[in-house]
């Protein structure tokens, strides 16, 4: 439990801190380090410029995806409650962040789950003050693609302790089962398994991190088209062998975020 509260106090204040919870006795590896991870997302590459055109970036310092071109699914523990809210900024369009061509807009409401204590319930709504143009990510409403192999892509880091990327960076993990997830011990032993949904190589490696809470973890259905099952939520360290990524059961709560984006005029 408190390693879990330390992971979302750090991501919710955003990148500033994300150093500092990081420097965990015998976990960060040094930058540049031959014998740590791989680097990118963890263990990713970079996108391509409208591979993942429903990707955004919040300026706490989060992911999140188009549910609308007016409204962001991210997660709860990226926002700090519910109500009028003008102070994120959201930048779509783009994989570079300072591409000119960045489309911009700023929050005017965010709705955070109805509920959220600081375990599971974890995704969060932010109503935007204008459309952005980009195609939008269907969210799953079913557990029938909650397995196989996920897509995964953020602006965080790219290694445990490693800084925010002005890329995007996009990897690939495998479902693991909630099962094989509560035995990685620690914070896992309490994984809501309604609620939560684990992803990760068993020797670690390839993992999302500090930064791209709040994105979205999807893959294809059998139409072909993008599908979200997940939201970055958390894990133990980024990419530590069996130490999966948790992520947010979209599915579980489909019904719930469409009643919420309706309240929200979406
Ligand atoms: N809570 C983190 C954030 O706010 C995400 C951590 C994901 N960690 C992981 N090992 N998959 O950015």
């Known amino acids: 439990m408190s390693i ?3 992971v979302k106090r750090g991501a919710a204040v955003g990148a500033v801190t994300l150093a500092a919870f990081s420097l965990t006795p015998g976990t960060a590896f040094a930058q540049g380090d031959p014998s740590g991870p791989s680097t990118k997302i963890v263990g990713g590459t970079p996108a391509e410029q409208g591979e993942f055109p429903f990707m955004v970036r919040l300026s706490m310092g989060c992911g999140g995806a188009l549910y609308a071109q007016d409204i962001v699914l991210t997660a709860a523990h990226c926002v700090d409650g519910s109500g009028p809210n003008t102070d994120i900024q959201v930048t779509g369009g783009v994989v570079d962040l300072d591409d000119p061509a960045a489309q911009k807009a700023t929050s005017t409401e965010v709705l955070q789950a109805p509920g959220y204590d600081g375990t599971g319930k974890d995704w969060a709504l932010i109503k935007l003050d204008k459309p952005i143009d980009q195609p939008t990510l269907k969210i799953a409403e079913t557990n029938a693609y909650d397995n196989g192999e996920f897509d995964i892509a953020g602006w965080g880091a790219d290694q445990e302790g490693g800084s925010q990327q002005q890329q995007l960076l996009k990897a690939k ?3 693991i089962d909630d099962a094989t997830c509560k035995a990685a011990g620690g914070s896992y032993g309490n994984l809501v398994e309604d609620e939560e949904l684990c992803a990760g190589l068993e020797p ?3 993992d999302t991190c500090q930064g791209d809470s709040g994105g979205p973890m999807f893959r294809k259905d059998d139409a072909g088209e993008w ?3 997940g939201i970055v939520s958390w894990g133990e ?3 530590r062998p069996g130490k999966p990524g ?3 059961e979209v599915s579980h709560f489909a019904a719930d975020i469409k009643t919420a984006a309706g309240q929200l005029g979406g």
């Open 204 to 206: 670690g490696g390839v």
């Open 237 to 239: 360290g980024c990419a």
């Open 4 to 6: 879990l509260r330390t």
């Open 227 to 229: 599908l979200q099952v």
């Open 246 to 248: 948790v992520y947010t």
């Open 173 to 175: 993990v495998p479902f």
